[in-house]
């Protein structure tokens, strides 16, 4: 079994400012690890993943994540976010290997500031 | 672009009711899946299908039916509506992946359904 944790429920932060979205997951097996964001009145769509290699990944939008293996977190940050990155974003974890499902946090909103 | 259309944005249903919601992807994809969405809960995959005519429980599928009898449509069932299914509904899609790989899942803008 899997699951992902995002410990903060809502993450506030003013324009230009950085920001950092906590990730904790655990699995009993080598795992995928991915970022999903979802505007307003949209679907998710994919930020950024780690399936193997270097373990600092970048994304879309000047996102970027590190894969913690002894801490078993995945965080997401930005140097300098902008208004247009208000969004809900979730972590979500899949066992690597074979067909595995994908397991969904649930979810940081993000609001920025002006 | 992929896209996946789903065939309502907003949808109100009265307890006891079937109601179908529909999802159609364009990119040939052989995976489809349903989800819903809850505030606080986050994504609960409910049905998913890798084939046509093929389908797994998710994690949550009490009380849903999907049908998959064309490739590019995944239908999801509520054979008799309640209260508690009120919710955010996500359709999404992806190419099989290779060993070694994730393919993406692409979603659709969900479809809001109240039942009253």
């Known amino acids: 079994a899997q699951s992902v944790t995002q410990l903060d429920s809502q993450v506030p932060v003013f324009e230009e400012a950085p920001v950092e979205l906590r990730c904790n997951y655990s699995?009993?097996?080598?795992?995928?690890l991915f970022w999903y964001v979802q505007y307003p009145n949209q679907g998710l769509q994919l930020l950024l993943k780690?399936?193997?290699?270097?373990?600092l990944v970048k994304g879309i939008n000047g996102f970027e994540a590190e894969f913690n293996k002894s801490q078993t977190s995945f965080h997401l940050r930005k140097p300098s976010v902008h208004i247009s990155d208000t969004a809900e974003y979730f972590c979500?974890?899949?066992?690597?290997?074979?067909?595995?499902?994908?397991?969904f946090g649930t979810g940081t909103k993000l609001q920025v500031i002006p | 672009d992929v896209k996946v259309t789903q065939s309502s944005r907003y949808l109100v249903k009265r307890t006891g009711e079937k109601v179908f919601l529909e999802c159609v992807q364009d990119m040939d994809h052989e995976n489809m899946f349903w989800y819903r969405q809850d505030p606080g809960l986050g994504l609960r995959l409910i049905y998913f299908?890798?084939?046509?005519?093929?389908?797994e429980k998710g994690d949550i599928p009490e009380g849903y039916s999907v049908s998959r009898e064309k490739k590019e449509r995944f239908s999801l069932i509520l054979e008799s509506a309640s209260t508690n299914q009120t919710s955010m509904y996500l359709c999404?899609?992806?190419?099989?992946?290779?060993?070694?790989?994730?393919?993406?899942?692409?979603f659709g803008p969900g479809t809001r359904l109240t039942v009253l």
């Open positions: 699995s009993s097996v080598s795992v995928y």
């Open positions: 299908s890798y084939d046509v005519k093929m389908k």
């Open positions: 999404a899609s992806s190419s099989l992946a290779t060993l070694g790989n994730y393919n993406e899942q692409f």
């Open positions: 979500a974890v899949r066992g690597a290997g074979g067909y595995q499902k994908v397991t």
């Open positions: 780690y399936l193997s290699g270097s373990t």
